[in-house]
């Protein structure tokens, strides 16, 4: 994750720009914020992933060996099941996290009385709990759950389906780096455009502000928030910072299936 902040950083701007009335520009990003700036959220970002990656990929494999026992194989059906399933349990247990990647990396965008200064990971947690109450850290759970289960399935059920499709198309061998990379892209694309209107709707949740004079919030649940910006602002808002956005997932996908492919060839090699 430490490789991804900078286009996870740019696409919440970009996405969140629009409900703010501003065109977003990478230039005036760091004329504006300097550019470190795309490294907002760091902290938190990393914090997130400890929770997010590790609770997804233990509890796949976990329940697939468990559901492989009960029904005596493993089809693509059910790892789109268990994919759904371990991706929205992990990303409710990181919610939290995500809440305050979301804040740290836009905060130094809004008008300076509306800023929360953040100093770090620590402060958000400690702020919104006392400004705000615990349940705060779940605001914007909902698309988050939907789009990290989506994840699920897109990005790791559809892996295995591609690296076979690529090795036979492209004669690579399965299970290599050319063929994981290409299959990383690939799934790290289709997962993208699926789950950018969810991502778009959780920044907008989760960054939202009371209106000072009625207490209320503007964007409610997943649905009302898809209804309200297209309706205002057309569908193609949700779209809003596409590129970087998949610039993170893709670049996000092959890094980590790359590695964990090294890890399990150095294994394999060297360990049994």
Excluded at 233 to 243: K, S
Aim: proline letters at 4%.
């Amino acid at each position: 994750w430490a490789i991804i902040p900078p286009a996870n950083t740019v696409a919440v701007r970009m996405n969140l720009a629009s409900m703010q009335g501003k065109k977003f520009s990478f230039s005036g990003m760091v004329k504006e914020s300097g550019l470190m700036s795309v490294y907002d959220g760091l902290s938190a970002g990393v914090l997130r992933q400890v929770f997010y990656a590790s609770s997804r990929f233990g509890l796949f494999e976990t329940f697939r060996d468990k559901l492989h026992e009960i029904r005596g194989k493993t089809d693509f059906a059910s790892r789109v099941g268990v994919g759904a399933v371990t991706g929205g349990i992990a990303a409710y247990i990181s919610c939290p996290m995500e809440v305050a990647v979301v804040r740290m990396s836009n905060d130094s965008t809004l008008p300076p009385k509306e800023r929360r200064n953040y100093k770090g990971v620590t402060d958000v947690a400690q702020r919104i709990i006392k400004e705000e109450g615990v349940a705060a850290f779940w605001r914007g759970s909902t698309p988050f759950v939907t789009r990290a289960m989506m994840v699920g399935v897109f990005q790791v059920a559809t892996l295995d389906q591609f690296k076979g499709m690529y090795a036979s198309m492209l004669n690579q061998k399965k299970n290599s780096i050319p063929n994981v990379f290409c299959a990383a892209m690939t799934s790290g694309l289709i997962y993208s455009i699926a789950t950018m209107p969810l991502e778009a709707s959780k920044n907008r949740m989760a960054s939202q502000k009371a209106d000072p004079k009625t207490g209320k919030l503007p964007y409610k649940t997943v649905f009302q928030t898809l209804s309200k910006v297209s309706s205002e602002e057309g569908f193609l808002a949700l779209y809003h910072g596409f590129l970087p956005y998949y610039g993170r997932c893709g670049g996000h996908t092959v890094t980590m299936f790359i590695i964990v492919q090294m890890l399990r060839d150095y294994y394999t090699k060297f360990a049994l």
